[in-house]
Each structure stands twice: as structure tokens, then as C-alpha cells.
């Protein structure tokens, strides 16, 4: 085996042995917590086991880590360029209100309205993306602070375009968007038998884009221009590439991604926007389980599954009188845990390769002494 094809190997088995620790250490926290509050951890683990095993609850696991995984591989993108785009909330949330809007009112052939509805929802976050872009690349804001605002942004703007006398429509209590006729929704997949419901359709866009994710990052020129970009602007730009092209285009593309984020919902399930109903947050959850993924699709998804799954199978404890935000900490040590272990990893194989390299000039440099003789 070649020495880069050992160090290649050795990552893997560091990153996995990480992975590994740092669930246990979730574990054991959690399991502290619950001795001490008096329960049985092997209770509750068993519980929240056989909950969330079955079939309705494996169909609502599914459903939930495509919308995660979606959220998740927004934030990678920009993570890759070490952009941090905390912005997917409110990109998704007003990319699904306009494109739940549009599908609701055009008439459109079947097949050509749901692609143009999604092909809405990807502009409108791309747009409100480019506006962070824009002040990062002309006046060097930040894109934490501007995203952030952005939100809130958002969030009022939804508000006010939600008005009956602009798209909302009044149902019940609530105001919704004009209902999405048939012809503009996507139907689900049988893919869990027994569970009397079916999985997203768009779990198959899902797919596409992660692996459309992995592709271009790892495998064009523009992937690496981005990694080497994020790992240092300085020594790109010496190299050529436009650096704050880089920056606009990977917020660009992040913040159109975030707009696919509500679609799985919004064409497969509730069929029109609810400023009520319509779930929040997952920019934010997207965070965390791009961070557990390491910013690798097949990473991201095993974790969306995993947080799916916690979210899920945590309903079982009101049950039991244990209180389900146990979960929660359970998700945020498991967080902190993996970060902090990858970077202990990082440093551990870096410092294995500076050895190498030290090895490597030690032994060359006897024999180039005896070349000058």
C-alpha cells in the first residue's frame, strides 16, 4: 500500500473511531443525567428503541432527515468555502411561502408546475442569499451578522406578504396560501410497508443534490477553486482564482439550495404555506447536522437520520413522565462531542504527517550529502 493510499486509510479509521467515542461520551452524559433524575437509562433507551422502530414512526424518521439532509447540505456548502450561512431559515421559509404562492395560483401543465415551483423556490433563495453576498463581496459584512438580520427580515416580510390582500387566504384560524391543486403536487413513495403514509417524493431531489454536492466539490475545478478559497483566500487569490466571485457564487448556490429545504413539505404534505404550521428552525438544525456530518453527504446523512430519529422516538418519553428535552441534550452533547474529537483527530494526523515528512527529509538528507562528495 502506497503511503498516501495508508494515510488516506488511516483518517478514515481515526474519523470513525472519533464518531464512535463521541456517541459514547453522548451516551454517557445522557445516561448520567437520567440516573440522577432517578431512571433507568436501559429503560428509556429501549423505549425510545421500540417507538421509534416502527413502521409510522420510520415513515415520519424518513420524511423528517430529508428535510434535515436538504437544511444540512445548504450549510455545507457554504462551510466548505468556511462561509457560515446562518441564514437557510429564513431562505427556505420565504423561498417556500413565494413558491407555495406561485404553484397555487399558475396554471401549468402536470410535470412542468411542480419543476417550475421548484425552480421558484431555488431563486427566491438564491436571491435573498445574493443579498448577503452582495454586502460580503462590495463592503466585507459579514455574512454571520447580515444573515442573521436577514432572518428577521424574512420573517416580517412573510408577515406582511401573507396579508389577504396579497397571497394569504384565510382557513379557519389560520392563513394559509392558496391550495396547491393536484396537478402541482408530488406524490409520495411506498417505500415503508405497514406504515399508512408514504415518503416524501422528493427524497429522490434529496439524493440528487447530495450527490450533485459531492460531484462538484470534489471532482471540478470550481470544487477545488471553492475548497482552496475557504482553506486560504490569500493563497487563492496569488493562484488566480477570484475569491470574492467564489464567495458570491457559494452563498448563491447555498442560499438556492435552502430554497429546496420546504419543498418535500410543501408539494407532498400540507400542499399550501402556513406561517403557523409550516415548520421553523431547520436552518438552525441544518447547522448542527452539517457539523455532525463533517460536511460529507453520505455523513450528513447517516446524522439527519440519527437527529430524525432522536426527534421522533423522544415523543415515547411524555409517556413515561421523562421529560423529552432529555433528547435535546442528548443532541447538543452529541454535537460539541464529535467537533471537539474531529478536531483532536485533525491535529493528531497532522502532527503524523509532519513526522512523515520529517522522516522523509531526514533520510534524503544523508544521501544528497553523499551525492556532493
Known amino acids: 500500500m502506497s503511503p498516501a493510499a495508508k494515510g488516506r486509510l488511516n483518517r478514515v479509521v481515526l474519523n470513525v473511531v472519533a464518531a464512535v ?7 454517557g452524559i445522557t445516561s448520567l443525567i437520567l440516573l440522577i433524575r432517578g431512571d433507568s437509562p436501559s429503560f428509556v433507551i429501549s423505549q425510545m428503541w421500540n417507538y421509534g422502530t416502527t413502521a409510522s414512526t420510520e415513515l415520519t424518521i424518513v420524511n423528517g432527515a430529508t428535510v434535515y439532509y436538504l437544511s444540512a447540505i445548504a450549510v455545507a456548502i457554504g462551510f466548505r468555502m468556511n462561509l457560515f450561512n446562518i441564514g437557510v431559515d ?15 395560483s399558475v396554471a401549468l401543465p402536470n410535470g412542468l408546475r411542480q419543476i417550475a415551483t421548484i425552480l421558484v423556490a431555488m431563486l427566491v433563495g438564491a436571491a435573498w442569499a445574493g443579498l448577503v453576498a452582495l454586502l460580503k463581496v462590495t463592503r466585507g459584512v459579514s455574512e454571520v451578522i447580515s444573515t442573521i438580520m436577514l432572518n428577521f427580515v424574512a420573517t416580517s416580510l412573510i408577515a406582511y406578504l401573507m396579508r389577504p390582500s396579497i397571497f394569504g387566504h384565510r382557513s379557519g384560524n389560520d392563513v394559509t396560501t392558496k391550495r396547491i391543486p393536484k396537478s402541482g403536487q408530488v406524490q409520495g413513495l411506498d417505500l415503508i410497508s405497514g406504515s399508512g403514509g408514504k415518503v416524501y417524493g422528493l427524497i429522490l431531489l434529496a439524493i440528487a443534490v447530495g450527490v450533485a454536492f459531492h460531484v462538484v466539490v470534489n471532482y471540478t475545478r470550481f470544487g477545488f477553486d471553492l475548497r482552496a478559497s475557504g482553506r486560504s483566500a490569500s493563497a487563492a487569490q496569488a493562484s488566480g482564482v477570484n475569491v470574492k466571485k467564489m464567495t ?45 456530518g463533517r460536511n460529507n453527504p453520505v455523513g450528513i446523512a447517516f446524522a ?31 454535537v ?21 515528512v520529517g522522516r522523509a527529509v531526514g533520510t534524503a538528507a544523508p544521501a544528497l550529502e553523499g551525492a556532493s562528495a
Open 248 to 292: 458570491a457564487v457559494t452563498l448563491i448556490m447555498s442560499g438556492a439550495t435552502a430554497g429546496l429545504v420546504g419543498m418535500p413539505a410543501l408539494l407532498g404534505e400540507s400542499h399550501s404555506y402556513s406561517s403557523i404550521t409550516f415548520q421553523t428552525g431547520l436552518g438552525f438544525t441544518g447547522i448542527a447536522i452539517a457539523l455532525l
Open 21 to 27: 467515542v463521541a456517541a459514547l461520551f453522548a451516551g
Open 304 to 334: 439527519a437520520l440519527l437527529w430524525s430519529f432522536l426527534d421522533q422516538s423522544a415523543n415515547i418519553l411524555d409517556l413515561n413522565n421523562i421529560p423529552k428535552e432529555i433528547v435535546q441534550i442528548t443532541q447538543g452533547v452529541v
Open 336 to 356: 460539541l462531542s464529535v467537533v471537539v474529537a474531529y478536531e483532536l483527530v485533525r491535529r493528531f494526523a497532522l502532527a503524523q504527517q509532519q513526522r512523515l
Open 90 to 104: 429564513g431562505q427556505y421559509r420565504l423561498a417556500a411561502m413565494l413558491a407555495g404562492a406561485f404553484a397555487g
